[in-house]
């Protein structure tokens, strides 16, 4: 089972498995290898200790591609803002070469907060902000908080937006504003981990699917497949039942 740690605009993989078929999906990706580490986009092998990668771009990962883990980071959230402004720029990849502090001490032994502060640490060496600021309006406080607790986890963002008295288009804006990622977006991503940990509980995946305001266990799977390139019997640990 790969481990997966969830955080507010992205999630940590550290992967079982060591390829994968020629793939996209939305999310940015940020490989790191303390060692090195290459993979293959755009039919091109890129190579590096760091290696971003944009979203919706064709890549291939295989045994020897040496990498220790990678972030999948939603694409509309200021962190994927900021690595297309001081990386990127109109590139579909990018790769950093020179050693970086932390990138190569094995974060597969560090428990899931000391693994979260590393990858802080090495996005602040690279001058990536990190900072999360205080949610200043109290409705996108409630907003968070409902979503968080589950009772609010099966919503879609109009039935939020009534329930907070705003109209779909200001909430949208205020929550990017406060919040650095899509409430479309977060909603997703919660409702993936919120899977996730029913299912490494010891539920069953239809259940998780379910509680987790997913449709059935093949919409499961589809979103995660579509959202990450991840197969969900790897990220959930059972064959879909």
């Known amino acids: ?33 303390g060692n090195g580490c290459k993979i293959i986009a755009e039919k091109k092998e890129i190579q590096g200790n ?16 040496g990498y220790d883990f990678f972030l999948l980071i939603e694409p509309t959230s200021n962190i994927a803002e900021q690595l297309t402004d001081k990386y990127l ?3 579909n ?19 899931d907060e000391e693994a979260i502060q590393l990858i ?14 205080s949610i200043k309006d109290a409705r996108i406080a409630q907003v968070i908080s409902k979503i968080i607790s ?14 907070v008295f705003l109209s779909e288009s200001r ?24 899977a996730y940990r029913l299912v490494s509980s010891g539920e069953k995946v239809t259940y998780a699917a379910m509680e987790s305001g997913f449709a059935s266990p093949a919409h499961l799977a589809y979103t995660c497949k579509t959202l990450t390139g991840i197969c969900m019997t790897d990220v959930l640990m059972n064959s879909i039942k």
């Open 89 to 91: 720029y109109d590139n």
């Open 150 to 163: 589950g009772e609010w986890l099966n919503y879609h963002v109009k039935e939020i937006a009534k329930s």
């Open 1 to 33: 089972m790969s481990r997966i740690i969830f955080c507010q605009s992205y999630i940590v993989v550290m992967p079982t498995y060591n390829k994968t078929d020629i793939h996209k999906h939305p999310f940015m990706h940020l490989f790191f290898g």
């Open 120 to 133: 802080d640490n090495v996005l602040l060496n690279m001058d990536i902000s990190i900072e999360c600021t």
């Open 171 to 194: 909430l949208t804006h205020l929550f990017k504003e406060e919040v650095g990622i899509s409430l479309k977006s977060y909603i997703l991503i919660r409702r993936m981990e919120h």
């Open 93 to 111: 990849y990018y790769a950093i070469t020179e050693n970086m502090e932390g990138v190569a001490k094995d974060i597969k032994s560090l428990s």
């Open 50 to 65: 760091i290696i971003m990668l944009n979203s919706n771009i064709k890549h291939v990962v295989n045994e020897e591609c």
